[in-house]
């Protein structure tokens, strides 16, 4: 059995590594042969930078999102995508088995790069440059106000986005006319910006990693957080959102979250015309299936929230992308099946990488234009002292001959405890199926942030302690590990409440 998964693991990385020269090969040819035509595509990268390279009328997808990540220097692929308008100015996203040309149709040959799949915990990731970027594409999402947050959260994100990319506060340099060339939300005010210095105030010492990791942190608990939304009808004509997200579909009416179908629930999904079906596992005390039926726009758009909802569901549950012949999961006899690598495929070969941490130039935000209306949550706040803790974080190499001890010192972290008293239907531990809009909790939310570290060199890193790590990563989920640096998060004493 394991000799076959080597095996396996071996014909996927040659795979792998024949795709990239492969096309280089084929578009070196190209250029000798003048009949083939070339075509130049724009790509606006998360930065708001411009990325421009020539390639064959007749290329693939994936060729110019290689282009993409190479310019970007980027491993972990998967989580993003290359989009582009359509006639009807809605975004689609380039399939990268399929030629570009015939995706685009008329439109021009214009490109943008995001997040396609949120991680619902970006500390997983292996890589900075990873989370630097799903931080610049949820900066948009926020000045954009396709992310919905409370005042309070506005301004502690900010806050994390100045240190980022100013480092310590200065107050010589830092002045509020200076802080106003920053978006931290759709409908910015004075107020806002002055809570977010005064917080920024509060995070001396933190590296742009720790500030990019701490922003990730707080963003990835807003209940809109990762949501795709499309515009649809249910089944009595009341206009409502469908939202795609990791954990399967939500239904919203007037920006509240109204119901939602976890993956395990839905057994088939499906589209007609411009109907979009979902048919629902029977409850314990039901004897058959439900179909829930929603009108969409138009037959394109019932096509691409299905599509979403395909590539989201095999990305996120499935181990490895199921072949068109065994599934029961789509129907209507399409063709369409996500061709990339699954969330724990693409966790498995970030876990592989082996390079010097890439360095790359932070860019300074830039202004949106774009407004929508803001969060759909009221906070009350009131910040105490923070509590200074410190933990002892050992990881052990059990595996080598000889035991090594790779340890950090005590390293502190600071608890700002922020009392928080929410009108929100938000998602509490996954499963928030309350009223939408009533007082759900006056809870206390602990914000950590790490203050120092302790960097250990090792020169080689072996194998049996790459499993030890993982291990240790095992036994504390909340423990991230970046080269070989660790801190562990620790939970404030309930006595300290």
């Known amino acids: 059995g ?39 595509c724009h790509v606006t990268l998360l930065d708001g930078s ?35 308008k359509d006639n009807a100015e809605q975004r689609c996203w380039l399939d990268p088995t399929k030629e570009i040309k015939r995706q685009i149709r008329n439109s021009q040959w214009q490109f943008a790069f995001s997040v396609k799949f949120y991680p619902p915990d970006p500390s997983q990731l292996t890589e900075d440059i990873t989370r630097y970027l799903l931080c610049l594409q949820l900066r948009q999402d926020i000045a954009s106000g396709r992310l919905p947050c409370s005042f309070v959260t506005h301004a502690l994100l900010g806050s994390y ?14 002045r509020l006319d200076c802080i106003s060339d920053f978006q931290f939300a759709p409908n910015q005010t004075k107020e806002l910006e002055e809570k977010v210095v005064e917080l920024h105030k509060s995070h001396r010492g933190m590296t742009p990693a720790q500030s990019d990791a701490q922003f990730l942190e707080n963003a990835k608990k807003l209940s809109m957080y990762g949501v795709d939304l499309h515009h649809a009808k249910d089944s009595e004509g009341v206009d409502i959102m469908l939202g795609v997200c990791a954990n399967g579909l939500l239904i919203y009416k007037d920006r509240l979250r109204i119901n939602r179908f976890a993956w395990p629930k839905i057994l088939k999904i499906s589209y007609k015309r411009s109907n979009f079906y979902i048919k629902i596992r029977p409850g314990e ?58 969330q724990a495929q693409t966790r498995q070969a970030s876990s592989l990488i082996d390079r010097p941490t890439p360095y790359f130039q932070r860019t300074s935000s830039k202004r949106i234009s774009r407004s929508l209306d803001g969060g759909i949550a009221l906070h009350l706040l009131c910040l105490c002292p923070p509590v200074v803790k410190t933990e002892m974080v050992t990881i052990s190499d059990t595996f080598a001959a000889q035991k090594t001890e790779i340890s950090t010192k005590e390293v502190p972290i600071v608890h700002t405890e922020t009392k928080t008293i929410t ?47 993982k291990e240790a990563k095992e036994q504390h989920p909340d423990m991230s590990v970046t080269r070989v640096v660790v801190h562990k998060e620790t939970e404030l004493a309930e006595d300290e409440d």
């Open 285 to 342: 005390a039901e004897q058959f299936e439900s179909t829930v039926g929603f009108k969409l726009p138009n037959h394109r758009a019932a096509k691409r929230v299905w599509k979403v909802c395909v590539e989201h569901h095999t990305f996120f549950r499935l181990v490895s992308p199921e072949q068109p012949t065994k599934t029961k999961f789509l129907t209507l006899g399409s063709k369409f099946r996500y061709s990339g690598r699954t």
């Open 423 to 469: 009108y929100e239907a938000a998602q509490l531990d996954g499963n928030g199926d309350g009223e939408p809009g009533v007082l759900m909790t006056a809870q206390t939310i602990t914000s950590e942030s790490l203050c120092t570290t302790t960097t250990t060199h090792i020169t080689k890193v072996t194998h049996a302690l790459a499993q030890a790590i």
């Open 161 to 174: 986005t100045l240190q980022a990319e100013l480092g310590d506060h200065d107050p010589e340099e830092h």
């Open 50 to 84: 411009q990325f421009s390279c020539e390639v064959e009328k007749r290329a693939k997808g994936q060729y110019l999102f290689f282009q993409v990540c190479e310019q970007l220097n980027l491993l972990e692929k998967d989580y993003f995508g290359l989009s582009f």
């Open 2 to 40: 394991e000799s076959e998964v080597k095996e396996k693991k071996e014909e996927e990385t040659k795979e792998e590594e024949q795709v990239i020269p492969h096309e280089a090969s084929v578009l070196s040819a190209l250029k000798v042969n003048k009949k083939m035509k070339m075509v130049v």
